[in-house]
């Protein structure tokens, strides 16, 4: 079935550094893929998406190319704030209308 | 002006007992999604609904009921709650279609003893 692996449970920066996120998706065709941001005590919302091969989707400084031959959609960020300290969701949608999501990268941003 | 809302925000249950949780939105959208998040497993869809009188199991539906009386209202019900059930419960409401959009609620964090 339709899947999504997120292999960073934790990362650590310190503000400035670059980021990077994993995120690889196992279907068929083209599934629309999606990042989501979860801030403490809040529920997800939605960052932004793509549904086509070599699409950019970006929002706030963060960025993901959707890749169709490695399977992938990537979170980056060139510079990242303390406040960017968060949980980051990968998603993917499926035919059904439903999101299947990762299980969730819980990043921290030292000052 | 929060576009789901969710109601209780906080519940503690004994097991056994029944507990409904309560989402409400003012999107006008016609899906709408019950998940429960739980540290390991993300966000894992337990039942969700196309419309008005439409429910549809998730991936984890074992449990919970859910009803959907009307375009605003979703609730989710446990009818007999055990303290494996003890996990914060988000709702959320999307437009559908393959690139649908979800908007989630606050959630609710329900604590069965």
């Known amino acids: 079935g339709d899947s999504v692996t997120q292999t960073e449970g934790q990362v650590a920066l310190s503000e400035e550094d670059f980021l990077t996120i994993h995120c690889n998706y196992s279907?068929?065709?083209?599934?629309?893929l999606f990042w989501y941001v979860q801030y403490p005590g809040e529920g997800p919302q939605f960052l932004f998406r793509a549904s086509r091969d070599k699409e950019k989707g970006s929002s706030r400084g963060f960025e993901a190319t959707y890749d169709k031959g490695t399977t992938s959609f990537h979170l980056r960020k060139a510079s990242v704030q303390e406040s960017d300290s968060a949980v980051y969701y990968c998603?993917?949608?499926?035919?059904?209308?439903?999101?299947?999501f990762g299980s969730g990268t819980k990043l921290t941003v030292e000052p | 002006e929060a576009a789901v809302t969710q109601s209780p925000r906080n519940k503690v249950a004994v097991t056994g007992g029944k507990v409904t949780l309560s989402c409400n939105q003012t999107?006008?959208?016609?899906?709408m999604y019950w998940y429960r998040q739980d540290t390991g497993h993300g966000l894992r869809l337990i039942h969700y609904s196309y419309g008005a009188g439409s429910t549809e199991k998730g991936d984890i539906p074992d449990g919970y009921k859910a009803s959907r009386p009307s375009q605003e209202n979703f609730s989710l019900i446990l009818e007999l709650a055990t303290p494996s059930q003890t996990s914060v419960y988000f709702c959320a409401s999307g437009d559908g279609g393959s690139q649908d959009t979800q908007y989630f609620g606050p959630g609710t964090r329900l604590l069965v003893l």
């Open positions: 999107n006008n959208h016609n899906n």
């Open positions: 279907a068929s065709g083209y599934p629309a």
């Open positions: 998603a993917l949608g499926s035919n059904y209308n439903v999101l299947y």
